[in-house]
């Protein structure tokens, strides 16, 4: 926003009503609660929900228990994201692209943002534990425990392979889903906790190699700000194979669908995991924020094909 536009926004507001001005003033309270609990990286994590829950029990899943779940684990990633940005929030205020988060520029008080991530943690273990049931309220604590105290206090700071231990809490919503359904933990949840562990790594580095300079003045060593770009892509394209490797995996427990869907984007990922590698050898212009979108994508795509060949319980290629 411009200077112009702030003073005629002052204007504005001074020459408005009381009842609009506190209006004005809640509606931006609530839009900075809201985005203390990063609402794009929920949609992502739920995303990977409920296909879980549909291959746990191929095509006959309650819609309510689904709702449920989704709704235990939006408390969960909530309540873990707003507490990362409060134990962040130093470093936020250095980094460009954290800057405007509600902690940095101080439009909340840190003591109520800790508050209301402690609260949105209680309130999503009570909710899993009631409408589901006790496995999947535990384990939706511990990947909150895990990612504030584990990653974001332990690892971030310290370690250049922060990501690629610390993103183990984001591959933990299949395993609720899973154990919401099935009051268990079994192989097929183990695989899709591989895919998005091992996604992670080329996801996160691929940004980081793009906000490089942000994380370097941070202090945070993320694996591009002590690695050369031929290294990081290397290592971009080897935890590419992995992900892939382990959607193929999956069709183990699968149809013809979704097996047909992981290769197909398996080898789309991996062309743009190699033409990146290949572009650093040749000493071209990195883009790396191209594999970061692209990223999102496939991941979405297998887990969307997985979801519809799960829920039309198509036959299993195996057994």
Not at 65 to 84: D, E, K, R, S, V
Not at 93 to 112: E, I, S
Not at 131 to 140: D, F, K, M, W
Not at 217 to 224: Q, W
Request: proline share 5%; hydrophobic share 55%.
């Amino acid at each position: 926003m411009s200077i112009r536009e702030r003073r005629i926004s002052r204007e504005a507001q001074g020459s408005a009503s009381p009842a609009k001005r506190l209006s004005a003033r809640l509606r931006t309270t609530l839009l900075a609660y809201l985005a203390l609990t990063k609402p794009r990286v929920i949609e992502l994590l739920l995303v990977t929900t409920i296909p879980a829950m549909l291959l746990a029990h191929r095509g006959t899943v309650d819609p309510l228990l689904i709702l449920n779940t989704l709704f235990g684990g939006m408390l969960a990633a909530a309540g873990a994201n707003t507490l990362n940005c409060v134990a962040d929030a130093d470093i936020d205020k250095v980094m460009k692209r954290t800057a405007l988060r509600p902690l940095a520029r101080a439009a909340v008080p840190t003591r109520h943002a800790l508050v209301f991530g402690l609260v949105l943690t209680i309130g999503s273990f009570a909710w899993l534990w009631w409408t589901t049931n006790l496995l999947s309220g535990v384990l939706a604590v511990a990947t909150i425990a895990f990612y504030v105290f584990v990653y974001t206090l332990l690892l971030k700071r310290r370690t250049s392979q922060n990501v690629v231990w610390g993103g183990a809490a984001g591959c933990m919503p299949v395993m609720i889903g899973w154990s919401a359904v099935t009051g268990t933990i079994q192989w097929p949840a183990l695989v899709m906790f591989g895919i998005i562990f091992f996604w992670t790594p080329p996801h996160t580095w691929a940004l980081a190699m793009r906000y490089k300079d942000d994380y370097k003045a941070a202090g945070v060593p993320m694996l591009p700000v002590v690695a050369t770009e031929r290294q990081v892509t290397k290592q971009i394209l080897i935890y590419t194979w992995l992900t892939v490797l382990t959607t193929l995996g999956l069709g183990l427990a699968t149809g013809w669908l979704y097996a047909a869907v992981a290769l197909l984007a398996g080898a789309w990922f991996l062309t743009m995991a190699h033409q990146l590698y290949a572009g650093v050898k040749r000493g071209e212009p990195v883009k790396p924020l191209r594999l970061f979108l692209q990223s999102n994508n496939y991941l979405a795509v297998v887990f969307c094909a997985l979801a519809v060949d799960s829920a039309l319980a198509l036959p299993k290629l195996f057994g």
